[in-house]
């Protein structure tokens, strides 16, 4: 079942010539992780927005959960869906850690014990317990951005958004994030849907959907996109390392496979041909 | 004059004399060369941020001493006549667009200038060079700040800050959220600016990558202690200790010790791509390498 039905969307800024949203339409299954690629400024984030009934779209039909998304419907779809920024202070209220997580169930009349389990257990699963008394504000940016996403994963919402989430993590934050994402999404069949510049968070996606301009130019799985070499840094993403030191071999006259490799293929090819002597 | 900055036996404490109080920073000791291009490493939480807030007095020692040139900052030093620090360390924050709040690009870029005393008109041909500097077209000047794209808005805080003229220029993780290109972008607008005015550039980064490719220094920061500092190649020579601390390699280096134990050998272990493929070229049989 399409948990995310959007039909002909268009949107387009009042101090603009062209439309930011052009004529999309598209489907997200729920269980489903989709990753929305695409360079600064080719739609993605206009995309979330309306998405969430943040912005209203000039025309077009968003239906989120069996409910056509409209002034009326929007409070119940935004109980439907978390989403997670680029910049985590945007988003903080509470005066500590605890608070500021709790604070979504608390719009939500959610009682005060099941509110502090809830919290203890969303603050663990991102490794920010120990911090629950501190004061938002003197966390660092990856520190916050775990914050916000236990705010999320305590409402359990059925769709979570990452808007460029784990940009402000470091490598292994971000891995760490990425994986308790893979976990809510398998045990509460969560649909996820990121808009990303990270290759490694697109890799997670079962599909990608590359926009610009507004449409969606082509949508394939992970390892169809990665073979796009140097195009890919037209979509927004940067080019996967083992096309890199291909492109480098190659300059220096090496005969390298034409189909992607990932990391560990890489190294397995390297290591036949240089036994092939 | 070049300006120089040492720190002696710097702690800091955040909500000092609370029952809150966290120490953020511990006995650090460290100096920043003139003309260099430092890194700061460590990962999130390790004290990178109060680090870096203490190069131009925006934080005050709790106790230790932090020179600046030749001003010396204590826990002691008054607020007053901290002005001059201010211009000659530039200091770009995470998200510097945030920050924007002019009618219009240049009025934005003029502002710091003005706010030291340059006449509005002085300010702006300043504000026209530091736009051409970062790569701003001309047209976008009379545009509104906020009309523009997360880069471009980026590209106009840095401009803003450079129109001070400062000597070093300390940014907080300048590229977070960018995309691929707008990432290196920006590093090569910091490159071309350590190389063409001889700025002293500091960077806080993840990018293990950028510490490779940029930095002739390394500080690795961890739970507010200076952990360990030196040349990227020492600093990335010891890929137990970084996993120990939760650091990663450049993806180059990290790709060489996966090929080291599939049979291959590294003299020195590479830090970027290219010297990755240049090692790896004379290893492989002759029948792999094309003479055209």
């Known amino acids: ?277 | 004059m070049a300006t120089d900055i040492t720190f002696e036996q710097v702690n800091y404490w955040y909500q000092a004399g609370t029952p809150f109080a966290v120490h953020a920073l511990k006995d650090i000791n460290l100096k920043i060369k003139p003309g260099s291009f430092t890194a700061v490493i460590g990962q999130t939480g390790s004290g990178k941020s109060t680090l870096i807030q203490h190069f131009n007095a925006l934080l005050k020692p709790t106790s230790g001493t932090v020179t600046i040139g030749d001003r010396v900052i204590t826990n002691a030093t008054k607020n007053k006549h901290l002005k001059p620090l201010r211009k000659k360390v530039g200091m770009v924050f995470q998200f510097p667009e945030n920050q924007l709040f002019e009618e219009t690009v240049i009025k934005d870029i003029a502002f710091g200038p003005q706010n030291f005393g340059v006449s509005e008109a002085d300010a702006q041909a300043l504000a026209k060079r530091m736009a051409g500097e970062v790569g701003l077209d001309e047209s976008l000047l009379s545009r509104s700040p906020f009309d523009l794209s997360g880069g471009q808005m980026r590209r106009v805080a840095i401009a803003g800050v450079l129109a001070l003229e400062p000597e070093v220029l300390v940014l907080d993780e300048p590229t977070a959220g960018l995309d691929p290109r707008g990432r290196s972008e920006i590093m090569q607008l910091v490159t071309r600016l350590r190389e063409e005015q001889g700025l002293t550039i500091v960077l806080i980064t993840h990018q293990m990558d950028d510490v490779a490719n940029y930095a002739d220094h390394v500080i690795v920061m961890g739970h507010g202690k200076l952990l360990k500092q030196g040349s990227p190649r020492a600093i990335f020579s010891d890929p137990a200790w970084l996993e120990d601390h939760e650091l990663g390699l450049p993806s180059a280096t990290k790709l060489a010790y996966e090929l080291q134990q599939g049979g291959f050998h590294f003299d020195q272990m590479p830090l970027k791509i290219a010297e990755l493929a240049d090692q790896i070229v004379p290893q492989l049989p002759k029948g792999a390498i094309t003479h055209e």
């Open chain 1, 1 to 277: 079942m399409a948990i995310i039905r959007v039909e002909n969307l268009n949107y387009q800024y009042s101090n603009s010539d062209t439309k930011a949203i052009d004529d999309v339409s598209f489907e997200i299954q729920a269980g489903d992780w989709v990753a929305i690629v695409g360079h600064n400024g080719s739609g993605k984030s206009t995309l979330a927005k309306l998405l969430i009934g943040l912005m209203a779209a000039d025309s077009g039909k968003i239906t989120i959960d069996g409910q056509v998304l409209t002034p009326d419907t929007v409070w119940q779809i935004r109980e439907k869906v978390g989403m997670v920024f680029q910049n985590p202070d945007n988003q903080f209220v509470g005066a500590t850690v605890a608070d500021d997580v709790a604070f979504g169930m608390e719009n939500r009349s959610v009682d005060r014990p099941t509110m502090a389990t809830k919290v203890e257990q969303a603050l663990k699963q991102v490794g920010m317990y120990d911090y629950k008394d501190r004061e938002p504000a003197n966390l660092s940016g990856g520190q916050k951005q775990r914050v916000a996403l236990a705010g999320i994963i305590a409402i359990a919402p059925k769709i979570l958004i990452l808007d460029e989430a784990t940009s402000m993590l470091d490598p292994r934050g971000r891995q760490e994030i990425l994986a308790v994402i893979q976990q809510l999404k398998a045990d509460l069949n969560l649909t996820v849907l990121s808009i990303t510049h990270d290759i490694d968070e697109a890799s997670n996606a079962d599909r990608i959907v590359v926009i610009d301009d507004g449409h969606f130019v082509e949508e394939a799985t992970p390892s169809e996109l990665f073979t796009h070499g140097r195009q890919l840094v037209d979509m927004g993403l940067d080019v996967p390392l083992p096309e890199k030191l291909k492109d480098a071999l190659q300059a220096r006259h090496v005969t390298v496979p034409r189909s992607y490799l990932d990391e560990r293929g890489l190294v397995d090819w390297l290591r036949t041909s240089r036994l092939n002597k």
